[in-house]
């Protein structure tokens, strides 16, 4: 996949089929207007390209994060776009008459319904529509994915995100709610004193759940591994960073420096400070006892 962060001028392309949103989060609704582009990529041979808006706001997923979910999904391009003075002053009419049209050669664009776009929000769907008519692209206008009664998106996530709901988030992500990062050197308190752990320093623009610990498969590459992961400042200990370490069932190998994907399936407890270091041990048993018992049912 081809990744580009739009720093002026959109790149040249051909026979395009386009979608653009945030797609902070990659969720169901996400997905349904990145399938629609891969079916004209398959039918039509054009070139799926995902323009993703960003802003200063923590996200579900990262950067590094979204690229790699979508260059799995099978986008071509993805260009990430902040929202600059020079995009949000852009007329819708000369966005789609300059990038979608003119840059990217869109023969196709998926939109969904709530979609609005250039100045002051005055492009619409219906907007996109008309152009499509004049310009001869095809505009698809998407319903949104529902969950029960209400309409997933970001925000319905990110509130079931700071309840610590993991499985809420994941019915409406489609997938598990996940951080990805490096395995780094902790103090190694974990392997001289309680349990051997995989530590992670999460990115600063990654939208974590509350503090606390939860059930979690660990992946490093092709192997996976159950466990319990706790994030936060770990204050029996003393830390100043919020950390993301987790303790892998029945996995005794050297795991720093490899990179690994922590999935979260379960919120066991809330994060609190324990009145010694043998009070912490006996809890973490208990913890670890529970999430053995998650993957034996």
Do not use: W
Request: glycine residues 10%; contains cysteine; proline residues 3%.
């Amino acid at each position: 996949m081809e990744y580009m962060t739009i720093e002026g001028q959109f790149p040249r392309l051909c026979g395009s089929a386009v979608t653009l949103g945030k797609f902070d989060g990659v969720h169901k609704g996400h997905r349904k207007l990145i399938s629609r582009i891969l079916e004209q990529k398959k039918e039509t041979g054009a070139t799926a390209v995902v323009i993703a808006f960003v802003s200063d706001r923590k996200t579900i997923f990262t950067k590094a994060e979204r690229r790699d979910l979508l260059e799995h999904m099978g986008v071509d391009v993805l260009l990430e776009c902040p929202l600059n003075s020079e995009i949000r002053h852009m007329k819708a009419e000369s966005f789609i008459r300059q990038v979608l049209v003119g840059a990217l050669q869109a023969s196709y664009v998926a939109v969904g319904e709530d979609f609005r776009f250039g100045f002051e929000r005055k492009g619409t769907p219906d907007l996109l529509v008309n152009a499509g008519a004049r310009y001869g692209f095809k505009a698809d206008i998407l319903s949104k994915e529902m969950e029960g009664t209400r309409k997933i998106s970001s925000t319905y996530i990110r509130e079931e995100l700071a309840k610590g709901n993991m499985e809420k988030v994941s019915s409406l992500l489609g997938r598990d709610y996940f951080i990805s990062g490096v395995v780094e050197h902790g103090r190694g308190m974990g392997h001289r004193d309680f349990f051997p752990t995989a530590n992670l320093v999460p990115m600063p623009e990654k939208l974590l759940p509350p503090n606390g610990v939860y059930v979690t498969l660990s992946s490093f590459g092709q192997e996976i591994y159950p466990g319990i992961t706790n994030v936060g400042y770990k204050p029996t200990i003393g830390e100043t960073f919020v950390g993301v370490e987790s303790y892998l069932f029945d996995c005794e190998k050297n795991l720093y420096g490899k990179t690994c994907t922590v999935e979260f399936r379960k919120y066991l407890r809330e994060e609190h400070k324990f009145s010694s270091f043998e009070a912490l041990k006996k809890q973490i048993q208990e913890d670890i006892r529970k999430g053995k018992d998650y993957f034996s049912r």
